[in-house]
């Protein structure tokens, strides 16, 4: 529609907002879904659990050693052998840090 000058606009027309208002998922979905993620995230604890109580391929001397603290979600490196994490992680002092992603690599590849 065309407004000629003598209708000048109203502040609630150019602003529009909204529309259809969207309604969230009920709570018994929300229940659901978090009891679904629980479910989700077992399973793949579950596996990483079959995978680190693998015995490693590689001599004792060989491989290094790192503790894994769950409050922080890191490896903190105990006992360090080789090179192998000279680029991985990162220090904070005099304290060597690995990354989950970085730990199960090393472990998958039985380093």
């Known amino acids: 529609m065309f407004?000629?000058?003598a209708?000048?606009?109203?502040n609630k027309e150019i602003f529009k907002r909204g529309g259809p208002k969207k309604s969230?998922?009920?709570a018994n979905e929300m229940e659901e879904d978090v009891l679904d993620t629980?479910?989700?995230v077992e399973a793949?604890?579950?596996v990483l659990h079959s995978a680190w109580s693998k015995l490693?391929?590689?001599?004792?001397?060989?491989?290094?050693?790192?503790e894994?603290?769950?409050s922080?979600?890191?490896?903190?490196?105990?006992?360090?052998?080789g090179n192998q994490l000279s680029s991985m992680g990162f220090f904070q002092g005099s304290q060597h840090y690995l990354l989950a992603e970085e730990v199960m690599y090393l472990m998958e590849s039985t380093r």
């Not at 490693?56 to 790192?66: D, M, N």
């Not at 890191?74 to 052998?81: D, E, G, N, S, W």
């Open 56 to 66: 490693p391929s590689t001599t004792g001397k060989k491989l290094s050693v790192a």
């Open 38 to 40: 629980k479910l989700e």
């Open 7 to 10: 209708m000048p606009l109203k």
């Open 72 to 81: 922080d979600g890191l490896a903190k490196v105990r006992l360090l052998r």
């Open 44 to 46: 793949k604890m579950s």
């Open 24 to 26: 969230g998922p009920s």
């Open 3 to 5: 407004r000629s000058e």
């Open 68 to 70: 894994w603290s769950p």
